[in-house]
């Protein structure tokens, strides 16, 4: 019994097709066996249109194991559904209502369920087969078959129709009995599958997470931070474990200045860890390998520097990232600050100045020109703010929409007498609040830094 039923069965089918094979062969399998007893009878009865009718279903299911091995199981699935409804329903015409084929009409929509997903076909072949039924049922109430049975052979009618009634139930328990085992295989396989699964991701995260760590290697600590600018917020939220985003701070070799960057690399999660990897290498070797203390001339080696990393690749890659630059002199509140597409925000008396950045990122580019650099002169009590744009983009709030950078400068402004990290803390709440139930959208960073 085990081969027959897993004649098409193959590993490179998916598991639902797999079951359907087998529910097909086992309906072939009982049609043989039920259509090996109903041929000869009719043979011996002369009915000759029911011979063909048998002889027709017999061979259709022996062809189905055929088709299935080569592959065609849907179209053995047509075959086998369409011809079945013909057979009861013709079947009823010869031998009558007191057969009990009609009910097999029935069956037949329960296995049509069964093979097929598409509701299309699922919906006209229920319809066909309910309507087949009912017009059969209807017609025949009050006409004998087309076979009349002598009254010698009356007795052998019923016993006809009380076999057809028994066949019945037996294929329906049959069907049942065997669907519930595939089923607790299927479910056994499932949860073999969803284990290997759990385990493989479990390992995908601890990979990631140990990224991660990595990664916050990368990152400057927050005691150095604070040591080199005490009034200052580090708010930094990454979609995923590890980021596209990340924060830099370096000082110069005479340690007049200190340098302070929000960069956002292409994409998040995994892939923008590995560029912001490649990112943070190449500002650290601009400034300490190259000595350069421009802020401008910092993002064009930066920029040569990626683009010669990516260029070793034989495929083309277009990854890089933007970022707001600044250079503080920490004695005299003197400032340099260079941008790639990320602004920089400065408050100053209530009011929120923005100096806008270079159109073009760091990496390739068509269109590629020296990075401006723009002094400025900042006073006590100056607060200044880098960027990513993962706060602005988040969506959320009653409407689902974004957030937006207008909104951001008004909570900046609304917030500006509270101290740094409260500050930090309101944004933070805020953001969570705006998005809610929503996924975040991007990785998320904001500095601001108070003058003293």
């Not at 949860?191 to 493989?200: H, I, N």
């Not at 007498?417 to 960073?445: G, H, I, S």
Request: a neutral charge; hydrophobic letters at 45%.
């Amino acid at each position: 019994m085990k081969n027959p039923l897993n004649i098409g069965v193959s590993h490179l089918n998916d598991d639902s097709l797999n079951r359907k094979i087998r529910i097909s062969n086992l309906i072939s399998l009982i049609t043989i066996f039920i259509m090996s007893g109903y041929l000869p009878l009719a043979i011996n009865y002369c009915v000759w249109g029911v011979v063909i009718l048998d002889s027709l279903f017999l061979l259709i299911s022996l062809f189905n194991f055929v088709l299935h091995k080569k592959g065609l199981h849907i179209l053995s699935f047509y075959i086998s559904c369409l011809y079945g409804v013909v057979y009861f329903t013709l079947g009823t015409l010869y031998y009558g209502l007191n057969s009990n084929l009609p009910f097999f009409l029935l069956v037949m929509c329960m296995i049509a369920i069964v093979l097929f997903d598409g509701m299309y076909f699922l919906k006209f072949f229920i319809s066909t087969a309910t309507l087949a039924f009912f017009v059969i049922y209807i017609y025949m109430k009050d006409r004998p078959g087309i076979i009349v049975f002598p009254e010698d052979m009356k007795k052998a009618q019923e016993m006809i129709g009380i076999f057809n009634l028994a066949t019945l139930f037996f294929v329906t328990i049959v069907f049942f009995l065997f669907f519930k085992r595939d089923n607790i295989l299927f479910q056994k396989m499932i949860m073999e599958q969803k284990k290997l699964v759990q385990e493989k991701q479990k390992e995908i995260i601890d990979s990631i997470t140990y990224a991660k760590r990595i990664q916050e290697a990368i990152l400057p600590p927050l005691d150095y931070w604070k040591k080199n600018l005490p009034e200052s917020f580090i708010l930094y939220k990454p979609k995923d474990i590890v980021a596209g985003d990340f924060y830099w701070m370096e000082k110069s070799k005479d340690e007049k200045f200190v340098f302070f960057a929000a960069a956002d690399c292409t994409g998040h999660g995994v892939p923008g860890a590995m560029v912001s990897v490649v990112c943070n290498n190449a500002l650290n070797r601009s400034l300490l390998e190259f000595n350069l203390t421009d802020t401008g001339k910092i993002l064009d080696k930066t920029r040569e520097l990626v683009i010669e990393t990516f260029g070793k690749s034989s495929s083309e890659v277009k990854d890089g990232m933007d970022i707001s630059l600044c250079r503080l002199n920490i004695l005299t509140n003197e400032m340099q600050w260079s941008g790639s597409n990320n602004p920089l925000w400065y408050i100053r008396n209530g009011e929120l100045r923005e100096i806008k950045p270079d159109k073009q990122p760091i990496g390739n580019y068509a269109e590629q020109k020296p990075f401006t650099s723009h002094s400025l002169n900042l006073e006590k009590g100056d607060t200044l703010y880098v960027f990513t744009d993962g706060y602005a983009d988040q969506f959320g709030g009653p409407k689902g929409k974004k957030f937006k950078y207008k909104k951001l400068q008004d909570e900046l402004l609304v917030i500006q007498d509270k101290a740094l990290t409260v500050q930090k803390e309101m944004l933070e709440k805020l953001f969570e609040d705006w998005k809610d139930n929503l996924e975040q959208l991007d990785d998320v960073c904001i500095i601001g830094v108070r003058l003293n």
